[in-house]
T-cell receptor
Framework: DQQVKQNSPSLSVQEGRISILNCDYTNSMFDYFLWYKKYPAEGPTFLISISSIKDKNEDGRFTVFLNKSAKHLSLHIVPSQPGDSAVYFCAASARNTGNQFYFGTGTSLTVIP | KAGVTQTPRYLIKTRGQQVTLSCSPISGHRSVSWYQQTPGQGLQFLFEYFSETQRNKGNFPGRFSGRQFSNSRSEMNVSTLELGDSALYLC????????????FGPGTRLTVT
């Protein structure tokens, strides 16, 4: 049972435009969320996190939005750059379970120069 | 600060054999988690070790086991290998005192023939 879902396997965006990657979850106990970027032949790289006490967190070009009522989070990248082309994973955890994270299946982002 | 290291990077084994993978976390990190990544399945949580104790366990058969040493280094063992165990095995470390972002190693690519 996939508790974290990324329903778009791929996304193409023009350089300079906004990239929006979406993630849905089913477990209402999840209260901490992470986004990772992964290049081929490398491990995932941590990008940004958000806890359930917030609905938005920004770090440079990356902003994560959390809609708890809809059990939905999204990652916005503005402006998109060719180097952002990678697979993006969202992950969720319930704080009282320690570091047991549930990952989505990933969205492959291609930024077209 | 050195990142998470995993050895070996690539491994080819035969069905029925057993394998041991190693992970060295970032200095000061006490939590090590293991994940299996297969095409279309995303990252599946195997288990987490914190201070030499297994703190969380995913839904994998008992053939998958692990341990953590006093220096926080961790090993994962898979016995009686099956073809379906072919995957990228990733370990991630974090401080571990609370739910926190995890930092991944490059992974070990295991191929079972």
């Amino acid at each position: 049972d996939q508790q974290v879902k990324q329903n778009s396997p791929s996304l193409s965006v023009q350089e300079g435009r906004i990239s929006i990657l979406n993630c849905d979850y089913t477990n209402s106990m999840f209260d901490y969320f992470l986004w990772y970027k992964k290049y081929p032949a490398e491990g995932p790289t941590f990008l940004i996190s958000i806890s359930s006490i917030k609905d938005k967190n920004e770090d440079g070009r990356f902003t994560v939005f959390l809609n708890k009522s809809a059990k939905h989070l999204s990652l916005h990248i503005v402006p998109s750059q060719p180097g952002d082309s990678a697979v993006y994973f969202c992950a969720a955890s319930a704080r009282n379970t320690g570091n047991q994270f549930y990952f989505g299946t990933g969205t492959s982002l291609t930024v077209i120069p | 600060k050195a990142g998470v290291t995993q050895t070996p990077r690539y491994l080819i084994k035969t069905r029925g054999q057993q394998v041991t993978l190693s992970c060295s976390p970032i200095s000061g990190h006490r939590s090590v988690s293991w994940y299996q990544q297969t095409p279309g399945q995303g990252l599946q949580f195997l288990f987490e070790y914190f201070s030499e104790t297994q703190r969380n366990k995913g839904n994998f058969p008992g053939r998958f086991s692990g341990r953590q040493f006093s220096n926080s280094r961790s090993e994962m063992n898979v016995s009686t290998l099956e073809l379906g165990d072919s995957a990228l095995y990733l370990c991630a470390s974090s401080r571990g005192d609370r739910v926190d972002e995890q930092y991944f190693g490059p992974g070990t690519r295991l191929t079972v023939t």
